[in-house]
């Protein structure tokens, strides 16, 4: 199987834009450093630590008739206070996003409203990935600083091996 961020014939234009649009982001760190929007999320109180986990399931894509059952999550929260929006999408999708911090941290984070139901400010937290013929999660917030991970994670979701892909969101309240 070719790597996770080749572009072959079978990739579309919709997910190319994604590629491109997601490697157009790629800005240095300090350039967030003064958005209102990071102003308002470097607030979260040492309290968060206290805050339970996410814990929620869904299912794994599938390709065919192929199912490769339920994934069990079980995440921590990067923000105080927040929801988890899981978005399946039909291949080929879009997504509009880009490197930011979070509490100083590196993040993935939606720029613009998306069809599945992601909405700016969203952090994207987990996206399916596929080694082989084999999808697993991958954890979008530990990889974050790894631009080039996120990237070749979301395009191994190609159609030579499933119909669609899953994403995990995190929503500011």
Do not use: C
């Not at 157009?24 to 102003?39: C, D, K, N």
């Not at 929801?83 to 613009?112: C, H, M, S, W």
């Not at 700016?120 to 999808?135: E, N």
């Amino acid at each position: 199987s070719d790597p996770p961020n080749t572009t072959n014939a079978i990739i579309t234009m919709s997910a190319m834009k994604l590629v491109a649009l997601l490697m157009l982001a790629v800005t240095p760190v300090s350039a967030f450093m003064g958005s209102p929007l990071m102003a308002r999320r470097r607030a979260t109180s040492h309290a968060m630590s206290m805050r339970d986990d996410f814990e929620f399931e869904f299912n794994m894509p599938q390709k065919g008739i192929t199912e490769f059952g339920i994934a069990q999550v079980k995440l921590p929260p990067v923000l105080e206070n927040s929801e988890i929006k899981v978005v399946r999408y039909n291949l080929p999708f879009g997504l509009d996003a880009a490197p930011d911090t979070v509490d100083d941290k590196p993040q993935v984070v939606v720029t613009k409203d998306g069809k599945g139901g992601e909405k700016v400010g969203d952090i994207l937290r987990q996206t399916t990935v596929w080694r082989g013929t084999t999808p697993a999660l991958f954890d979008v917030s530990k990889n974050a600083a790894n631009f080039d991970s996120v990237i070749g994670a979301l395009v191994s979701n190609d159609l030579t091996v499933t119909d669609e892909i899953v994403m995990v969101f995190e929503r500011p309240l």
